[in-house]
C-alpha cells in the first residue's frame, strides 16, 4: 500500500474542523494535520515503499507542537516501528480497506509555545504577543519572537493554542484553494512542457545523426 491510498483512507475519518496535508512543522512535514477548535492531532503516514529512518525527528518536531500524534502504517512496519514510539503516540495499521486502531493516541503534555508559534506568520504571533499586553513587540525579529515565547512564564500555553488553531483554521482554505489552483496550473502546462521535451528530444536526435554523418564521410588519416 502507498502514501495516497492510506489517506484516502484517512481523510474520511477527519470529520470536524479541518485537514491539511504537508504542513511544515518544525524541520519536516506532517503528512496530514486534523485542525479542530479544540485539538490539533498531526498523522504521519508510512506505506510499504517508506523506512522508517526519518521516525526520531519526526516525533521530536510533532511532540513540539500536536496535542495528538499517530502514526499510520502498514503490517509491514508495525513490529519495527512500536519501539521507536512512547505510549501517548496513537499507531493506526492500515489494510486495503480499513485503517485498523492498534492504539488510540494519548494526549501529548510536551508541546512547547515557540515551535507551535512557528505553525503561524510572524504577524500573527505579534498580532497574539500585543494582545495580551507586551509592549515592544512590534519592532522584534522573528528569532527574538521565539526566544521570547521560549523563555516567557507569562503566555499561556493553552491560550496559544487556541490562537494557533484560530488562525490556521481561517487561513487553511485560502492556502488549499491556493494549492488547488497550482495543480490546474501543472495540469494545464504539462501538455506544452512534454511537446516541448519532445521537440528538444527529436532536435539533439537529428544533430547526433548529423555528427555521425559527419565523421563517417570524413576521410580516416
Not at 8 to 34: M, N, Q, W
Not at 111 to 120: F, I, T
Request: a positive charge; charged letters at 30%.
Amino acid at each position: 500500500m502507498n502514501d495516497p491510498h492510506i489517506r484516502a483512507l484517512l481523510y474520511p475519518l477527519l470529520t470536524e474542523g479541518i485537514y491539511v496535508d504537508e504542513l511544515p512543522t518544525g524541520s519536516t512535514r506532517a503528512d496530514v494535520v486534523h485542525i479542530t477548535t479544540e485539538y490539533m492531532h498531526g498523522y504521519e503516514v508510512k506505506g510499504d515503499g517508506d523506512t522508517l529512518q526519518r521516525v526520531a525527528n519526526q516525533l521530536r518536531c510533532y511532540a513540539e507542537v500536536y496535542d495528538f500524534v499517530t502514526f499510520i502504517v502498514t503490517e509491514k512496519h508495525l513490529s519495527k516501528l512500536l519501539p521507536l514510539l512512547p505510549e501517548w503516540v496513537g499507531v493506526l495499521v492500515a489494510s486495503e480497506k480499513e485503517l485498523r486502531t492498534h492504539r488510540a493516541a494519548g494526549y501529548n503534555a510536551t508541546v512547547e509555545r515557540a515551535p507551535l508559534a512557528a505553525l503561524l506568520l510572524l504577524e500573527e504571533v505579534k498580532q497574539f504577543l500585543l494582545a495580551r499586553g507586551l509592549r515592544g513587540v512590534s519592532q522584534l525579529r522573528r528569532a527574538e519572537v521565539m526566544n521570547l515565547l521560549r523563555t516567557s512564564h507569562t503566555i499561556p500555553l493553552s491560550s496559544l493554542a487556541q490562537f494557533a488553531r484560530e488562525r490556521l483554521m481561517l487561513r487553511m482554505p485560502q492556502r488549499l484553494l491556493d494549492r488547488a489552483e497550482r495543480k490546474l496550473e501543472r495540469q494545464r502546462l504539462a501538455p506544452l512542457r512534454a511537446k516541448r521535451r519532445k521537440k528538444q528530444a527529436a532536435t539533439h536526435g537529428k544533430r547526433r545523426k548529423a555528427t555521425a554523418k559527419k565523421r563517417a564521410a570524413t576521410p580516416k588519416k
